[in-house]
Structure formats: structure tokens, C-alpha cells
């Protein structure tokens, strides 16, 4: 390839790029995204920092760092995240070496965030081209039947999330790729097709 590129061209591919996942609680983010690092050994996972007590089937410093709101807090007041929210009474925040290092090292990184974090990212000047992709289920009611599926909120709590999602998917037209995650297989073969398309965009590199 570089034998066709004039100086100070490459493709994106080449160096890092960030892939942020939003979407409402329920519509499959974890499930593709689980899928998308399986198949894909460029792309690293950023494991965000929470204090939301820990699901069964979680791991700590795989699905989440998993801290106390002072352990949390210590992390932000030292200036070590790229961005935070609370959500649902309980603070995440992505840690700026999940995302920082990696991108330096070449690798693409993964993110699994809520709209507002997935804006702050975008603005946040990273070193690299920050990739929006909206994941959604195919309807409302599937939706609902996921989080119940999923067992793993109360009656209340799938209730004020549903009231998160209808404020979150009016952002939809601030992003750039909407993937419908209705057979997982096929989202996750859309996203897989979004990242090559990302990855073969020509580009001049600034330095
Ligand atoms: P999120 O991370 O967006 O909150 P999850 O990945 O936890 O969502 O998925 C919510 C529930 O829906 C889980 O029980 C998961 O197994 C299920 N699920 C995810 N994708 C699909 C799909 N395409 N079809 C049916 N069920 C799905
Ligand atoms: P859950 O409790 O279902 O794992 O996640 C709740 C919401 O928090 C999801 O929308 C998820 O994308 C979002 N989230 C997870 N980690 C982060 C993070 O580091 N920053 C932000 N802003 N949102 C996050």
C-alpha cells in the first residue's frame, strides 16, 4: 500500500481508532460487543469504572472496575477520567488509560457508554477518529422483554431505564452508524462491516 500513497497519506487503519457503543439498557450492547472482541483481536475493550454493585455473570477488570464511591471518587479527583456520568443513582466513568494507552499502542478501542459519554469522547480531542455507533432493538416491546430476560433489574428499575431510553434515542441523529440489533449475529456482522469501511478511509496524517 504505501508504495501508492504520496507522503503523509495512510489509511486509518493504520494507526487507532475509537468505536463508541450506545444504546438503551437492554438493546444488546454487552452481548455484541462481547461477540465483536471474540472475533476481532485488534480491538481492545475500554473497561469503565463504576459503582454499581456487580452482576452475577460480571468480572471485575473485565466487564468493570468495580469500586466504592470513594475509590471513584479518588480516581476523578486525580484527573483519571476522560469523562463520568451518573446513571440510575450510580457513577461511571471511563479511565483515561483504557483509552489513551491503547490508542498510542496502535490499537483500535472499544467503548460501552451512555449518550452523554459517547458525545463527551467525541469532543474530548483524542489523538484518533472517534467512530459513533447507536445499537437498538427492533422494537419497544422487545426492549422491555430483553431487561426482563435478563433478570437482573427490579420492576422499578426497568421502569425509570425505559425512561432513560426515550431520552437517549432522541440523540440517535448527533451519531453516526444505527445498527439494529435484532438477530445478534447479523448486528454484530454490520458493526464488523462498519469497522472495515472506518479502517480503509484514506487520511493524512498530521504529524
Ligand atoms: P445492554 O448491554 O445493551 O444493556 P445486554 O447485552 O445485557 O444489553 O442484553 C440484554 C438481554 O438481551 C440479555 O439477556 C441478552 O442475552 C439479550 N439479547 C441481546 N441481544 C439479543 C438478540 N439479538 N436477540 C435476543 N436477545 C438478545
Ligand atoms: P449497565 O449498568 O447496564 O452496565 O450500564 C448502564 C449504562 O451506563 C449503559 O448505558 C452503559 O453504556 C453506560 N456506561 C457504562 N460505562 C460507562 C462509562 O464509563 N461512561 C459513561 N458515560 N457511561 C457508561
Excluded at 444488546?28 to 483481536?41: M, Q, T, Y
Excluded at 447507536?134 to 433489574?153: C, D, N, Q
Excluded at 454484530?188 to 462491516?193: G, H, N, P
Aim: include cysteine.
Amino acid at each position: 500500500m504505501r508504495d501508492f500513497l504520496p507522503e503523509g497519506w495512510g489509511v486509518q487503519g493504520e494507526r487507532g481508532i475509537a468505536f463508541v457503543v450506545t444504546g438503551p439498557s437492554g438493546a444488546g450492547k454487552s452481548s455484541v460487543i462481547s461477540e465483536l472482541l471474540r472475533r476481532d483481536k485488534r480491538l481492545t475493550f475500554s473497561v469503565s469504572a463504576t459503582t454499581r454493585p456487580k452482576r452475577p455473570d460480571e468480572v471485575h477488570g473485565r466487564d468493570y472496575y468495580f469500586l466504592s464511591e470513594e475509590e471513584f471518587e479518588r480516581l476523578l479527583s486525580a484527573g483519571e477520567l476522560l469523562e463520568w456520568t451518573v446513571y440510575q443513582g450510580h457513577r461511571y466513568g471511563t479511565p483515561k488509560r483504557e483509552v489513551v494507552d491503547r490508542l498510542a499502542q496502535g490499537k483500535d478501542v472499544l467503548l460501552n457508554v451512555e449518550v452523554r459519554g459517547a458525545l463527551a469522547i467525541a469532543g474530548a480531542g483524542l489523538p484518533c477518529p472517534v467512530v459513533l455507533i447507536f445499537l437498538v432493538p427492533p422494537s419497544w416491546e422487545e426492549l422491555v422483554r430483553r431487561i426482563k430476560a435478563r433478570g437482573t433489574e427490579s420492576e422499578e428499575a426497568l421502569q425509570e431505564r425505559l425512561t432513560i431510553a426515550r431520552e437517549e434515542v432522541r440523540h440517535i441523529p448527533e451519531f453516526h452508524y444505527l445498527v439494529v440489533n435484532d438477530r445478534l449475529e447479523r448486528a454484530v456482522e454490520e458493526i464488523q462491516a462498519i469497522f472495515v469501511a472506518e479502517r480503509r478511509r484514506i487520511t493524512r496524517w498530521s504529524e
